[in-house]
């Protein structure tokens, strides 16, 4: 696998990164708080967890029509994605507890999306978090369908209104990953990736085959039989839970890192930057202030300090983000915060337009 190496050697870059540690280190210290979960996490987590599942228990038991079953499902995207974010992207950096058993389990509730944790742990943990805005390492940054979100990727013409058409394709990104994730772990065993990870492309192929296979099964299969919906209605039903949580998914991630000040590489060089600098440089914080949603999206709001900090549970964020802001402006470092959810929806819109222009 070809990598990218961070040589920065600027001695205010290198203080800048002991001074955020220690300061960070000592807030946890001084106020004698874990960097883990804590009481709050765990309502969380049964709030957006049953968020799903309730929804989901109606449509089976109760004699619902298609409008109030279109309802339940449209829930359904909505908590899926809240615990995307909010539970399974805490767990699978290992960031939910100190015990690995409950890291794991958490992970696994990326299986109700039918996706994979091993993928998701190598393309985001891995890639997206090593070589953040990276052109050919972060796949965050690949196309995505006809979107074009790299300025070092070949401009097509018709990218000129992806603007427009990018919410349908956003929307396609878990369904998608159903059949990608399989093409995707054979590329990762190709680059030796599974390897790092203790296993094999055998061995993981068939375990996803398994769980996907139950996913359907339970998705389809028990609807089937418990209600009076058709094939296609469940079909239907399947698809908008699906598209719901995907064009959630997709904009909050993409507007954290294709916005407006938020810097792009390219992998056919190393970077002459401090890994920390470079962080900041091509990430962004957004709608602070907001605690509905920053509650909802578990943080990835303060994304700047979950990719400083990623060990660190996302209850913490809000502490933290004064720390990094105040550290950064003291060393000059760039800090990319747009004020609300409005304002890095329109960056991202507005960047899209630049990606698709020139």
């Not at 300025?151 to 369904?175: C, D, S, V």
């Not at 996803?208 to 339970?218: A, G, Q, S, W």
Request: proline share 3%.
């Amino acid at each position: 696998m070809h990598t990218v190496r961070f040589t920065g050697k600027d001695t205010n870059d290198k203080q800048f990164v002991l001074t955020l540690k220690k300061r960070v280190n000592d807030y946890f210290k001084t106020n004698s708080i874990s960097t883990k979960a804590n009481w709050q996490m765990i309502v969380k987590t049964i709030m957006l967890v049953s968020s799903y599942i309730a929804p989901f228990v109606l449509i089976l038991t109760l004699p619902l029509s298609g409008w109030q079953g279109l309802l339940c499902v449209f829930a359904m995207g909505i908590g899926i994605a809240g615990i995307g974010m909010g539970v399974m992207h805490d767990a699978a950096h290992g960031a939910y507890s100190r015990k690995k058993w409950v890291n794991d389990l958490l992970a696994g509730s990326l299986y109700l999306l039918g996706s994979n944790v091993l993928n998701w742990k190598i393309q985001h943990n891995v890639l997206h978090h090593t070589y953040t805005n990276v052109n050919g390492l972060d796949e965050d940054i690949d196309y995505k369908g006809p979107i074009r979100l790299s300025e070092n990727r070949p401009l097509k013409k018709f990218q000129k209104f992806q603007y427009i058409y990018a919410l349908f394709f956003y929307g396609l990104m878990t369904i998608v990953m159903l059949t990608n994730d399989f093409t995707r772990l054979k590329r990762y065993a190709k680059m030796g990736l599974l390897e790092t990870q203790g296993t094999s492309l055998k061995k993981e192929f068939v375990k996803m085959l398994l769980r996907k296979t139950v996913y359907l099964l339970i998705i389809f299969g028990i609807p089937l039989w418990l209600t009076t919906f058709n094939f296609w209605q469940i079909l239907l039903g399947f698809f908008v839970m699906h598209w719901v949580a995907s064009i959630i998914l997709s904009f909050v991630f993409q507007m954290a890192h294709v916005v407006e000040g938020a810097e792009q590489e390219n992998s056919a060089h190393d970077i002459n930057t401090e890994w920390h600098v470079h962080q900041l440089k091509t990430t962004s914080d957004f709608a602070r202030n907001n605690r509905l949603l920053s509650w909802y999206v578990g943080g990835l709001n303060f994304q700047i300090e979950h990719h400083l900090f990623p060990g660190v549970c996302h209850v913490h964020y809000k502490q933290l983000a004064p720390i990094v802001e105040q550290t950064a402006r003291e060393f000059h470092i760039p800090y990319n915060l747009k004020p609300s959810f409005r304002a890095a929806l329109l960056s991202h819109i507005e960047r899209l337009k630049e990606l698709g222009s020139h």
